[in-house]
């Protein structure tokens, strides 16, 4: 239990290690490359304007193996129901450039999209365009645009990446929640808990 709690801190003191230099997207600013087309686990070629449903797009930077991802992956089906529910897309990337021809490979992200039943769009973010355009810090890392495609909520998914049990502030479905009603999102932003995203810099 010690060496797990000891990994878990060192992916933590280095999650934003490889972010510092990039721009960071601001709540309240519009989504940019929002026609760059990326590829699905299916095969199709997908952009966030694909995604976008009436209330919003959710774009989610994720991976195969962080062991964050591990421990939150479980919820995200949920959170595609959540999404569909209130009219939010849903889209996931993977941005990890550094890990392409191991772990996160195309063919890893379809086995883990098998694996796990995924039933959103899980894409490849080529030489990581989009992380490095929205500033991802961390898989996993969330975005949530409003219709007219402006940052309404950025960071965590939940206060809890042990269990969905111990969730006591569902940051991501609550924003979303707010957007399906018309409403203002009450937390705009949270802390992103994960590892740092293996991002190609120029």
């Known amino acids: 239990m010690k060496r797990l709690v000891f990994i878990f801190a060192i992916f933590l003191s280095v999650s934003s290690f490889s972010a510092d230099n990039v721009k960071k997207l601001e709540v309240g600013e519009k989504a940019v490359l929002t026609e760059v087309k990326m590829k ?10 694909d995604a976008l449903k009436k209330n919003g797009l959710l774009v989610l930077f994720s991976c195969n193996q962080c062991p964050f991802v591990l421990r939150w992956e479980s919820r995200y089906n949920g959170i595609k129901e959540w999404a569909d529910k209130n009219k939010v897309g849903m889209i996931v990337l993977n941005s990890n450039y550094q890990k392409r021809n191991s772990d996160d490979s195309y063919e890893a992200m379809q086995a883990k999209a098998k694996e796990k039943a995924y039933r959103f769009n899980y894409v490849v973010d080529k030489e990581s365009v989009l992380a490095n355009a929205f500033g991802g810090q961390t898989t996993p890392h969330a975005f949530l645009f409003d219709g007219d495609l402006k940052l309404a909520y950025k960071g965590a998914i939940d206060d809890s990446y042990q269990s969905a049990e111990g969730v006591k502030e569902a940051y991501l479905k609550n924003a979303i929640a707010n957007l399906g009603a018309g409403e203002q999102v009450a937390v705009t932003e949270t802390k992103p808990v994960g590892c740092g995203i293996k991002r190609k810099v120029d």
């Open 40 to 49: 699905d686990v299916s095969g199709e070629l997908v952009s966030l304007s």
